[in-house]
């Protein structure tokens, strides 16, 4: 085949799970759900999805809400609460992904770590596995359905389970730094890091406990800036994007 007829887009990755922030569905600093922005990561999970790739996606919720947000000054409410009214945000989330998706003919399956059968199936891995092998993009809400947890952690054990190739963090930078970029403008970004690296360091990829739990199941991580072009379809791709951690 000429080189020149090879799509540059084509995946090496056939199962991955795609850990998206509720900012990434929000207006950018604001609060509740963007339209536009939801309707732009809908059209690259299309894409992606019409190449034949198996995608499982964990929303977050903080566009809506964070439940750090209710307990910063007392005890009004419980942090158990409102630790559950966050995941409930992610349900939200979930919801306007599916429609969207939906909308442009793509079969979706919402499932929910916190019951709520008239919206969403409840979480079962098995279930979840067999929607992906049937060609369905399955978004998974509710974090793990307890609080305390973070949806990094719900990200890492939802790809553990569904065996996914690997885990994309989509966030607003482009990969890992060795100090923050906003804050030191001479901050270098890694291509590639070894799990033992971070630790060593130090660097922030994900929380602990969820970054634990990849290297354990040798779970590789690409961080990267979601806002680029084409940045989820060249993540899948195997294209130099943002920061790839494993080994």
Do not use: W
Not at 180 to 196: F, G, I, M, Q, S
């Amino acid at each position: 085949m000429p080189e020149s007829s090879i799509d540059p887009l084509t995946p090496k990755y056939r199962r991955v799970l795609l850990k998206l922030s509720g900012e990434s569905l929000g207006h950018g600093g604001k609060s509740g759900i963007s339209l536009d922005e939801t309707k732009a990561i809908a059209e690259q999970l299309k894409r992606v999805h019409a190449r034949g790739v198996q995608l499982a996606v964990v929303v977050g919720g903080g566009n809506i809400l964070r439940g750090a947000q209710f307990t910063a000054g007392g005890e009004t409410i419980k942090p158990a609460t409102a630790d559950y009214m966050g995941m409930l945000a992610t349900v939200m989330n979930g919801l306007a992904l599916q429609d969207t998706l939906e909308t442009m003919n793509v079969e979706t399956r919402l499932q929910s770590a916190v019951r709520m059968e008239t919206v969403a199936e409840p979480y079962i891995r098995r279930r979840a596995i067999r929607h992906l092998e049937k060609g369905r993009i399955v978004i998974l809400a509710g974090g793990t359905g307890n609080p305390f947890v973070t949806t990094d952690t719900a990200a890492a054990l939802r790809g553990t389970e569904l065996e996914v190739e690997v885990v994309l963090k989509a966030t607003k930078v482009d990969g890992v730094y060795d100090v923050d970029p906003e804050k030191n403008a001479h901050a270098v970004k890694y291509d590639r890091l070894t799990y033992d690296r971070v630790i060593r360091d130090g660097l922030r990829v994900m929380d602990i406990g969820a970054f634990e739990m990849c290297k354990q199941a040798k779970l590789p991580i690409i961080v990267f800036d979601y806002k680029r072009e084409n940045a989820i379809e060249k993540a899948i791709a195997g294209h130099s994007i943002g920061t790839v951690v494993g080994g």
